[in-house]
Structure formats: structure tokens, C-alpha cells
């Protein structure tokens, strides 16, 4: 059972270029989460999702897009790369809204 | 403007002691607080939770506190073992939203000395 598995794990970009960053979960669970930690920051939340074909914004999307076309997959995208989007990116996904979240490793993104 | 606050970023306790970490909110509608352990290089893990119907939760070594009049809860880890050594993040919920986004806190780092 493989859980949360994200892709790829590390990533250089220069400024104005995109990027996918790969979701999947095989736990059949519902809810899916996209959160990004800045040094010393907590986790903020960037994008949600609640079901296939439902997607709705956290507290920080803008530069940010998702998709929920299956409920496996999560992928985030980054259109046109900034210094600000440096950061660790956190997949989560969660069977129920009452439950503790599982988290994938990570994706640390470097925008030079 | 922070509705989770953990003001310790950093703490230190001896092997085989307690270990006391402190979480703060200010949003009066979380009804849903959980606790996360983080090591290195790994996504953040499910600790312990409580409902803010509860004071008290026991799992083992790791009991949390909840006290809604102050806004405060805490997380203790009785005994302290290395392996503890992570960061923790406090998290919590609303369930008047009906996404139950959580909201985390910055994050304590706890080194258990041997």
C-alpha cells in the first residue's frame, strides 16, 4: 500500500517556466489537499479537492492551478515559475472530513 | 493573521522526561485539533486528535489537552524518547466549514537528548 506518492521529489526551475507536480493516492479517499511549507512556516493550504471533479481554493492559489479528473490523482501546476514559489510542496489526501490527513514525502521546488 | 500559533519553534528536554508542547488559535468556531510529527525529508504524519467536545485524549505515550476557555492546547509525550525528535505542527478545523480545511501552526522542533 504505497499511500500518498508524489513526484518528483526535487525540481530546479527558472523563472517563467511551468511545471506539474504529480499526485496520486490508492486509498480510494475523497479528499485530497495541496499545502506548501515556507522555512519556518506552518503548512499553508494552496488547493483542495472533495470529490472527482471538485476542486476549490485554499488560502494561497494564486499562481496555481489543479485538476481532479479521477479520485486517485491531484496534479498541481505552476503556469509561469516566481522566486516566491520556492518552496516544499505537500500532497495529502483523507477518507472523511473528521480524520487525520495522510501526507506524501514532498516535492522542494527551486525557482532560480 | 495567524489563527494557529506555536511561539516555541524550538525545545529540548532530556531523555526520559516529559516533553510539553504549547498551541495556541484564536478562532473560536474550531471545533477539531490534531497533532502531526514531522522528520526530515518526509511528509508530516498523524499523531493524536481531540473533538472540542473532549479535554483530554490519551494514545500511549502521547496525550493532548484541550482548554476551548484559553484557546490552548497542548500535546505531552511521557516518557521522552530520542526517536521523538521531529518537528510537530498543531492543526485545526472548523466544521462550519464544510471542507474541514486544517489550519496548521508553525511548528515546534523537539530534540530528545540521550
Known amino acids: 500500500n504505497a499511500g500518498v506518492t508524489q513526484t518528483p521529489k526535487f525540481r530546479i526551475l527558472k523563472i517563467g517556466q511551468s511545471m506539474t507536480l504529480q499526485c496520486t493516492q490508492d486509498?480510494?479517499?475523497?479528499?485530497m489537499y495541496w499545502y506548501r511549507q515556507d522555512p519556518g512556516m506552518g503548512l499553508k493550504l494552496i488547493y483542495y479537492?472533495?470529490?472527482?471533479?471538485?476542486?476549490d481554493k485554499g488560502e494561497v492559489p494564486n499562481g496555481y492551478n489543479v485538476s481532479r479528473s479521477t479520485t486517485e490523482d491531484f496534479p498541481l501546476r505552476l503556469e509561469l515559475a516566481a522566486p516566491s514559489q520556492t518552496s516544499v510542496y505537500f500532497c495529502?489526501?483523507?477518507?472523511?472530513?473528521?480524520?487525520?490527513?495522510?501526507f506524501g514525502s514532498g516535492t522542494r521546488l527551486t525557482v532560480v | 493573521d495567524q489563527q494557529v500559533k506555536q511561539n516555541s519553534p524550538s525545545l529540548s528536554v532530556q531523555e526520559g522526561r516529559i516533553s510539553i508542547l504549547n498551541c495556541d488559535y484564536t478562532n473560536s468556531m474550531f471545533d477539531y485539533f490534531l497533532w502531526y510529527k514531522k522528520y526530515p525529508a518526509e511528509g508530516p504524519t498523524f499523531l493524536i486528535s481531540?473533538?472540542?467536545?473532549?479535554d483530554k485524549n490519551e494514545d500511549g505515550r502521547f496525550t493532548v489537552f484541550l482548554n476551548k476557555s484559553a484557546k490552548h492546547l497542548s500535546l505531552h509525550i511521557v516518557p521522552s524518547q530520542p526517536g521523538d525528535s521531529a518537528v510537530y505542527f498543531c492543526a485545526a478545523s472548523a466544521r462550519v466549514d464544510s471542507s474541514y480545511k486544517l489550519i496548521f501552526g508553525s511548528g515546534t522542533r523537539l530534540l530528545v537528548r540521550p
Open positions: 481531540i473533538s472540542s467536545i473532549k
Open positions: 495529502a489526501s483523507s477518507p472523511s472530513l473528521n480524520y487525520g490527513y495522510t
Open positions: 486509498m480510494n479517499h475523497n479528499y
Open positions: 479537492s472533495v470529490g472527482a471533479g471538485i476542486t
